[in-house]
C-alpha cells in the first residue's frame, strides 16, 4: 500500500502481552521483571502511570514484591484466512490444549478432573458411570434448572440452565468470584451461557480445527513481522500521550488506537470502564518429582479457599527449548494467577452498567476523525487472539475496498471470546 507506520511502545520490548523468551533456567515463559523478593505471601502491587503507543495502549503494571508477567498464550482458530497469515511469520507445532481443576467431589475431597466438565469429570466427583453421550446428555437433563422466565436474566440462570447446580456449586460459582469479583448473579448471562457442556470424552479446552503453538515462540513472530520491513519504525520506551502533549510526535495521518477506548476519552469527564487484571506470582521449583510440579500445564483451582484462579506450568508446552526437552532442566517455573482490580486492563467486566457506557463512548469513537479504534481494549470486548487479527485484516480489506480505516463488523458479531480460563 506504499504507507510507512511508527510503532510507539513504553515498553522496552516489542510484542505486548504475547512477548515471550527463554528465561534463566533455560525454559521459555512469558515476559517478566524481577523485582526485590519478599515471601509469596506478601506479594503487593501498584499501579504506575498510563502509557500508549500508536499501535497499542495499555496500563503499566509493577510488582513490588514478585513477578510482572503477561500470562500464558494459546493460538486456536476456525477460520482458514487467520490461520494461513501466522504461517507466514514462523513456523507451528500442533498443541491441543487440556486444562484440569482441583474440585470438591460429593464428599468435599478434591480431586483433579478435565475442565470443562466431561463424562470423566462427573464420573470422578458424583460416582456416575457415564459410558456413552446419550448417557451423558440424559445427566445433564436430570440436573438442568430451566431459568424461572424461560430466558436466563444473568449469569446464575445461564450456568445452571446449561450444567445444573452439582456443576455450577463445586466449578463455576466461585471460580467466577474470584475472577470478576462478582458472583454469576450480578453478571451478563452471556458469560456463563458460553459454558461448554461436552457429551463426549473429548477433553480438549478448544474445539477448533487448528491448534498450535509457535515454534520459536511468540517473540519471533513479532521480529519477523515488523524488524525486515523498511516501511515499520519502532520507537520503544516511549509514552504516546505525554509525547503527545509535549509535541514530539511526526506529523501522521492516521491513528489506528487499539488502548482502552475510556482512557482516550479521559478528558471527557465520563466515568471509567471496569476491567480485571491478573497479578501473577512466580515460583522456582528446584526439584519436582518427575521434573513437573504439576499434571498439566494449567490447572485451575475453582473451590472458594483457595484465593488464586489457576496455576501455570510453561514447561508443559512443546515449543520448550530443546536442553528442556531432553530434561536436562531439572527444575520447574509455575505461576499463581490471582485476579485483581488494579493493574494492566485484560477482561472487560461484561454487564449492563459497562455495556451501556461502552455505547456511550462508541458514539464519541464514531465521531473522531482520523482515529481507528481497534482491538480488545478500544472495543471494550474480549477477543481471542485469532479474532483480533481477523478483526485487523478485515481493516486492511476495508482500507482497499472503501479507502477507509475501519472496522468492517462490530465486535459483538464475532461472537464470544474465551475470556479467563
Same mark, same amino acid.
Given at each position: 500500500?506504499?504507507?510507512?507506520?511508527?510503532?510507539?511502545?513504553?515498553?522496552?520490548?516489542?510484542?505486548?502481552?504475547?512477548?515471550?523468551?527463554?528465561?534463566?533456567?533455560?525454559?521459555?515463559?512469558?515476559?517478566?521483571?524481577?523485582?526485590?523478593?519478599?515471601?509469596?505471601?506478601?506479594?503487593?502491587?501498584?499501579?504506575?502511570?498510563?502509557?500508549? =503507543?500508536?499501535?497499542?495502549?495499555?496500563?503499566?503494571?509493577?510488582?513490588?514484591?514478585?513477578?510482572?508477567?503477561?500470562?500464558?498464550?494459546?493460538?486456536?482458530?476456525?477460520?482458514?484466512?487467520?490461520?494461513?497469515?501466522?504461517?507466514?511469520?514462523?513456523?507451528?507445532?500442533?498443541?491441543?490444549?487440556?486444562?484440569?481443576?482441583?474440585?470438591?467431589?460429593?464428599?468435599?475431597?478434591?480431586?483433579?478432573?478435565?475442565?470443562?466438565?466431561?463424562?470423566?469429570?462427573?464420573?470422578?466427583?458424583?460416582?456416575?458411570?457415564?459410558?456413552?453421550?446419550?448417557?451423558?446428555?440424559?445427566?445433564?437433563?436430570?440436573? !438442568?434448572?430451566?431459568?424461572?422466565?424461560?430466558?436466563?436474566?444473568?449469569?446464575?440462570?445461564?450456568?445452571?440452565?446449561?450444567?445444573?447446580?452439582?456443576?455450577?456449586?463445586?466449578?463455576?460459582?466461585?471460580?467466577?468470584?474470584?475472577?470478576?469479583?462478582?458472583?454469576?448473579?450480578?453478571?451478563?448471562?452471556?458469560?456463563?451461557? =458460553?459454558?461448554?457442556?461436552?457429551?463426549?470424552?473429548?477433553?480438549?479446552?478448544?474445539?477448533d480445527e487448528w491448534q498450535a503453538l509457535?515454534?520459536?515462540?511468540?517473540?519471533?513472530?513479532?521480529?519477523?513481522m515488523l524488524l525486515n520491513d523498511p516501511?515499520?519504525?519502532?520507537?520503544?520506551?516511549?509514552?504516546?500521550?505525554?509525547?503527545?502533549?509535549?509535541?514530539?510526535?511526526?506529523?501522521?495521518?492516521?491513528?489506528?488506537?487499539?488502548?482502552?477506548?475510556?482512557?482516550?476519552?479521559?478528558?471527557?469527564?465520563?466515568?471509567?470502564?471496569?476491567? !480485571?487484571?491478573?497479578?501473577?506470582?512466580?515460583?522456582?521449583?528446584?526439584?519436582?518429582?518427575?521434573?513437573?510440579?504439576?499434571?498439566?500445564?494449567?490447572?485451575?483451582?475453582?473451590?472458594?479457599?483457595?484465593?488464586?484462579?489457576r496455576i501455570v506450568e510453561y514447561k508443559?508446552?512443546?515449543?520448550?527449548?530443546?536442553?528442556?526437552?531432553?530434561?536436562?532442566?531439572?527444575?520447574?517455573?509455575?505461576?499463581?494467577?490471582?485476579?485483581?482490580?488494579?493493574?494492566?486492563?485484560?477482561?472487560?467486566?461484561?454487564?449492563?452498567?459497562?455495556?451501556?457506557?461502552?455505547?456511550?463512548?462508541?458514539?464519541?469513537?464514531?465521531?473522531?476523525?482520523?482515529?481507528?479504534?481497534?482491538?480488545?481494549?478500544?472495543?471494550?470486548?474480549?477477543?481471542?487472539?485469532?479474532?483480533?487479527?481477523?478483526?485487523?485484516?478485515?481493516?486492511?480489506?476495508?482500507?482497499?475496498?472503501?479507502?477507509?480505516?475501519?472496522?468492517?463488523?462490530?465486535?459483538?458479531?464475532?461472537?464470544?471470546?474465551?475470556?479467563?480460563?
Amino acid at each position: 500500500m506504499g504507507m510507512t507506520s511508527l510503532v510507539i511502545d513504553v515498553r522496552d520490548h516489542i510484542g505486548g502481552n504475547c512477548y515471550d523468551y527463554v528465561e534463566e533456567h533455560g525454559i521459555r515463559s512469558s515476559k517478566y521483571v524481577h523485582q526485590p523478593r519478599a515471601p509469596p505471601s506478601s506479594c503487593e502491587q501498584r499501579t504506575c502511570s498510563a502509557y500508549a =503507543r500508536v499501535l497499542s495502549f495499555r496500563c503499566h503494571q509493577s510488582l513490588l514484591t514478585c513477578i510482572f508477567r503477561y500470562g500464558a498464550h494459546l493460538f486456536h482458530t476456525k477460520f482458514q484466512r487467520v490461520w494461513d497469515y501466522v504461517q507466514e511469520f514462523s513456523q507451528w507445532m500442533p498443541f491441543d490444549h487440556r486444562v484440569k481443576g482441583m474440585v470438591p467431589d460429593k464428599e468435599g475431597v478434591k480431586k483433579l478432573v478435565p475442565i470443562p466438565p466431561t463424562q470423566a469429570t462427573v464420573n470422578e466427583l458424583f460416582g456416575e458411570n457415564i459410558s456413552s453421550e446419550a448417557e451423558m446428555q440424559a445427566w445433564y437433563d436430570s440436573q !438442568r434448572v430451566l431459568p424461572p422466565s424461560g430466558e436466563a436474566a444473568n449469569g446464575e440462570e445461564a450456568a445452571l440452565s446449561r450444567v445444573g447446580p452439582l456443576l455450577y456449586e463445586r466449578i463455576f460459582k466461585h471460580y467466577t468470584k474470584k475472577q470478576w469479583d462478582k458472583y454469576p448473579a450480578e453478571l451478563d448471562a452471556s458469560v456463563l451461557m =458460553r459454558l461448554p457442556c461436552r457429551t463426549s470424552t473429548d477433553d480438549r479446552y478448544f474445539g477448533d480445527e487448528w491448534q498450535a503453538l509457535p515454534v520459536n515462540g511468540y517473540t519471533r513472530i513479532f521480529e519477523n513481522m515488523l524488524l525486515n520491513d523498511p516501511n515499520i519504525t519502532l520507537r520503544l520506551g516511549v509514552d504516546f500521550f505525554a509525547a503527545k502533549a509535549a509535541g514530539k510526535l511526526p506529523e501522521y495521518g492516521m491513528l489506528v488506537y487499539t488502548g482502552p477506548i475510556d482512557s482516550y476519552f479521559a478528558q471527557q469527564g465520563m466515568p471509567k470502564l471496569e476491567y !480485571r487484571s491478573i497479578r501473577f506470582e512466580e515460583i522456582w521449583v528446584p526439584e519436582p518429582e518427575d521434573g513437573f510440579f504439576q499434571e498439566a500445564m494449567v490447572v485451575n483451582y475453582p473451590s472458594a479457599d483457595v484465593p488464586f484462579t489457576r496455576i501455570v506450568e510453561y514447561k508443559h508446552v512443546p515449543n520448550q527449548p530443546e536442553e528442556v526437552k531432553r530434561g536436562e532442566v531439572k527444575g520447574t517455573l509455575i505461576a499463581r494467577e490471582y485476579s485483581s482490580a488494579e493493574g494492566d486492563p485484560y477482561y472487560p467486566v461484561p454487564n449492563p452498567e459497562n455495556r451501556a457506557l461502552y455505547e456511550r463512548y462508541r458514539e464519541l469513537a464514531e465521531k473522531e476523525e482520523g482515529v481507528c479504534f481497534v482491538g480488545r481494549l478500544a472495543s471494550y470486548k474480549y477477543f481471542n487472539m485469532d479474532q483480533a487479527i481477523l478483526n485487523a485484516l478485515e481493516i486492511y480489506d476495508n482500507y482497499k475496498e472503501a479507502g477507509k480505516f475501519a472496522p468492517k463488523r462490530r465486535p459483538e458479531d464475532f461472537g464470544p471470546g474465551d475470556g479467563p480460563k
